[in-house]
């Protein structure tokens, strides 16, 4: 806490808090984590109970409405959530603007961004109508687009949606299917992404929760909004953590392996290396990130249903765990697995290519930004964000002429 009297001759104080450590910047009934204890709850439901009783679209109206749906109210939101998964066919040219190469967090971040532009019936922020009707086309259509992304990177035509399949099957199938040969959705691989999107949905005030938060605080289009938290999710510090990670994990193993574990672990204890234990870590959990467990185990599941038993990632993995977990370096830090260690490795195992990990994250995390965003907006008292500074640069000076300076 800084007496600005101090500095600037005002009256009052203010705290000086880089990486927001201990500032709460609102007041939220999402989502609760305890990072001590490794607890996550969504609505105060325990993150191991949702995942093993619900899908997502049980998570994304529970996330939305405060509790979970009862049958109609499902078939309901299941409804309205279907009939919005087009997007409008002009966003196909918008799309075919961008290099086939390009990043799908870059095409992302445009394509959402873009999706302001079409939604010209639904841009009052004040009318909770308006905001419901945003928050079912951003969830409903974010499948759409992130598969579009892919399709494009690989020069195949894009799969429309076919509404009678769940919201993760349809995924599944505007991803893998192709207009030659029939799809048919396997249920390990479904019930697996469906947990990954719960798993992601929503996890209080992270860094792309606040970017949409402040961004929308000055009441600007939600799909815009949403557009800069897929901006900051990118960054492999946040949500770019599992692309990242399984890309350690390959290096890995094309340079030794289990063999060479050790020796990548004293480079990682190394400040002066620059490297760091992907999927490790977290800045609120101080404990075994639940989600990570729960991840580990989809993945057990998953490539046991694919035959991949002897996955030599997930060995690695594994490995890596167990030392780490015994290793006084990262037990003084407290530094777990979080869930990005195990993701990476389901989502290779279902044939996700890594460039699109952070895009399934964006994907899944959208009904938490929209949920939040909508919680802002709900308060009568909410006021556009706008943090201070502690200012360090040159006192008052005069511009010196050009022949001076
Ligand atoms: N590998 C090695 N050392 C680490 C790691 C890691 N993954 N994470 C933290 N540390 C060390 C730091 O070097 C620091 O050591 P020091 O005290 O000796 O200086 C200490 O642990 C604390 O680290 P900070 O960076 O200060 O912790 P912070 O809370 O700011 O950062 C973060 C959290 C960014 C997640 C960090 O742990 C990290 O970079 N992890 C790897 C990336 C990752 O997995 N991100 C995904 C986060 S989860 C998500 O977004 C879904």
């Not at 799969?159 to 893998?176: A, E, H, K, V």
Request: some cysteine; aromatic content about 10%; glycine content about 8%.
């Amino acid at each position: 806490v800084i007496d600005i009297r101090k500095l600037y001759g005002q009256t009052g104080m203010f705290t000086f808090d880089p990486g927001f450590m201990s500032t709460a910047a609102c007041e939220s009934a999402i989502t609760y984590i305890d990072g001590d204890k490794g607890e996550l709850l969504y609505r105060g439901f325990p993150i191991e109970q949702l995942a093993v009783n619900c899908d997502f679209m049980d998570i994304c109206y529970l996330i939305l409405n405060g509790d979970l749906p009862n049958q109609e109210q499902k078939a309901d939101f299941d409804s309205q959530v279907t009939h919005h998964t087009m997007v409008n066919e002009q966003l196909h040219f918008f799309l075919r603007g961008f290099r086939r190469d390009a990043h799908p967090m870059a095409v992302l971040t445009g394509l959402v961004g873009a999706l302001s532009a079409f939604y010209h019936d639904s841009t009052d922020i004040t009318n909770p109508q308006h905001r419901h009707i945003s928050a079912i086309r951003l969830i409903a259509k974010m499948p759409t687009l992130v598969a579009m992304a892919y399709k494009y990177s690989q020069g195949q035509p894009f799969i429309y949606p076919q509404n009678d399949l769940s919201y993760t099957g349809n995924f599944l199938r505007m991803m893998f299917a192709t207009p030659c040969e029939d799809y048919k959705v396997n249920e390990v691989v479904e019930r697996a992404l469906d947990r990954i999107f719960i798993l992601h949905a929503d996890h209080e005030q992270n860094a792309s929760t606040s970017t949409v938060r402040l961004c929308g605080s000055s009441g600007t289009n939600p799909f815009a909004a949403i557009s800069a938290g897929v901006a900051c999710l990118w960054g492999p510090a946040h949500g770019g953590a599992n692309e990242a990670c399984l890309q350690m994990l390959e290096e890995l193993q094309a340079n030794g392996g289990i063999d060479k574990v050790g020796e990548f672990m004293e480079k990682v204890k190394d400040k002066n290396s620059g490297v760091r234990l992907m999927g490790f870590g977290h800045r609120v959990y101080k404990n075994y990130d639940p989600r990570a467990k729960l991840m580990q185990e989809t993945c057990k599941e998953v490539l046991s249903a694919l035959g991949l038993e002897n996955d030599p990632l997930f060995k690695l993995a594994m490995e890596l765990e167990r030392i780490a977990l015994s290793d006084p370096y990262f037990v003084q830090r407290k530094l777990y697995p979080n869930v990005d260690f195990y993701s990476g490795i389901v989502q290779r195992a279902i044939g996700i290519p890594t460039s699109l990990f952070t895009a399934i994250f964006a994907l899944a995390r959208t009904v938490g930004w929209i949920a939040q965003w909508n919680e802002m907006l709900s308060d009568p008292d909410y006021k556009i964000g706008r943090p201070r500074q502690l200012f360090t640069g040159s006192v008052t000076r005069d511009v010196p002429p050009m022949d001076k300076r």
